[in-house]
DNA sequence: CTTATGCTGTCAATCAAGTGTCATGTGCGT
DNA sequence: ACGCACATGACACTTGATTGACAGCATAAG
C-alpha cells in the first residue's frame, strides 16, 4: 500500500510551492500577495473540485484551505488528502470564519494541521505558514535565524546575543525576526508595519521608531554595536556588516 | 516528525511500523493521521483476510485491530498470529465497540495485549501504542524523561524532581509528559489542546492556563526554579536552560 | 445508598507585561 | 546654523497570564 514514500516530487531546490484555495477573491489576492513577497511560489484556485485535480497532479508543499468552498467543502478536500498516500502529510492549513465551527475544528477529525480564524492578520498566518513547513522541510525554512552574534531561534522563541539570553516582547521578537530574514535590506515603516504588525491602516508610523528605540534597548549592552541601523528618510535594516566583520 | 521515509524493510533503523486493520474508513484515517504525526509509519487495511497476507509477508511493529471486520473477524486473526512463531509476539491492540464484558475477556484470552474500547480518545489510545512498543522495543521509545532534574517515568507513571517523588493527576501528568518531549519548544495552547486533551476537545483555551498553573505548584517547591516557561502571546515550554546549568 | 475524595473545567478578580502616543530632546544632512 | 527626521522617556491603556473559588463528575469508601 504506502511502502515508499517516495521523496516529495515537487520542490527540491526551489522555492517551497503554497497552494490558495479560496473563493473570495480579495483574501486569496491578499494571501498570495503576502505569500510571494516571503519567496513562496503561489497557485491560487477558488473551487474546491478543482483543487483536487490540482493536488492529484501536481502537489505543493503547503496548502491553506477554506472551510467554507463552492464545489467541493474544504474539509472534504482536507479529508481526501488524508485518504490519498501521496498527500496523507502535507501540511494543510484551515480557515474558518469566526464563529460556531471555529472551535469545531480542531475537534473535527479532518486532519488539518492548524486552523486560523477568518479575521486573523497576516504575520500570524505566515507565522503559521513558516512553522509548518519547517516541520515538513527543515532543510528549507530554518528554525534558527543567525546574524553574526546574535541567534533567533523560533522553536524555542528565544534570542541570545553573544551567548546571552535576551528576553524580548512578542513584538519586539517579531520585528527582529523580520529584519533577521533579510540581512541588510531596509524596510520602510510602511512595510515593517505591513508585515509585523499586520493591521497598518490604524497605527501611527512613528510608534516603529519606539518598537526599535526599544529593541536597541534591550539588544546593545556595554559598548556592544548597535545591530540596527537607521536609513534616514528611508527606514530600518539589519546592519549586514555585523554579519562580516 | 514527517521526514523523508527510507524503505520499509522490517524496521531495524527506521520508524515504528504499525498496521491499522479497520473497515470503518473515517476511523481508519484518524487513526493513521495521528500515528504518522507521532512519527509512525502506517499501513492501513480493511479487511482481515488481507491484513493476514500483509502480515505474512511483511510483519510491522504493532497491530491495531478492529474487533468487527469483513473478511475474517479481528478475533480470528489475532487467534491466527498467535498461532504463528514468526508473529507470536507481535503487539496487537483490539478495538471493540462499547459493551460486553464478555467480549474484553475473550480478546484476552486470544491473546491481544491490549484493548480498547470505542469511542476512545486519540491520547488515550496513542499512550497505549507507546507503551506496548516500548515493552517490545525499548531502544525506540525512551520510558523515561529526564530534563534537569525532573525524571517522568511512563512505565510506571511516577515522576520525581530532585529525587522527591511527585504525584500529579493524569491530565497535569500528560502535559508534562509533553512539554518534556520536546524540552525548550514552545507549543500554543491549541497544540496543547490537541495533544493532551485530545481532538474532540471543545475546551477553552485558557483552561491549558489553569493545569500549567496546578502543574506549576506541584512542581516547585521552596525555592526551586519554576520548570515552566511562558511565553506571552505564544504558549508555553519546557525550560531547557534547566537541563544545561 | 450516602458520603468522602480527587480531578477537571469555567469564571472572575487580580496582577503583570507589553503597547501606542505624545512631548521633548538630539543629531544628521545640507 | 537650520530644519527636519529620528530618539527617547514618561504615561495611560490594553491585553494576556495567574490565581483562587466553585460546581460537576466520577470513583472509592463507609
Redesign the pocket.
Known sequence: MNEIRATQRSSTNTAPRVLVVEDEAALSLLLSYNLEAEGFIVERIERGDEAELKLEETPPDLVILDWMLPGVSGLEVCRRLRARDATRTLPVIMLTARGEEAERVRGLAVGADDYVVKPFSIPELMARVKALLRRAKPERIAAQLVAGDLELDRETRRLRRAGRAI??????FRLLEHLMEKPGRVFS?GQLLDSV?GMSA???E??V??????L??ALVRGREKDPIR???????SLDETLIRG
Not at 167 to 172: A, I, V, Y
Not at 209 to 214: A, I, L, P, S
Not at 230 to 235: E, L, P
Request: glycine share 14%; proline share 4%; no cysteine.
Open positions: 528576553h524580548l516582547g512578542p513584538t519586539e515603516r504588525w490604524e497605527i501611527d512613528r510608534t521608531d519606539v518598537h526599535v528605540g526599544r536597541r534597548k537607521t536609513v534616514r528618510g528611508a527606514g530600518y
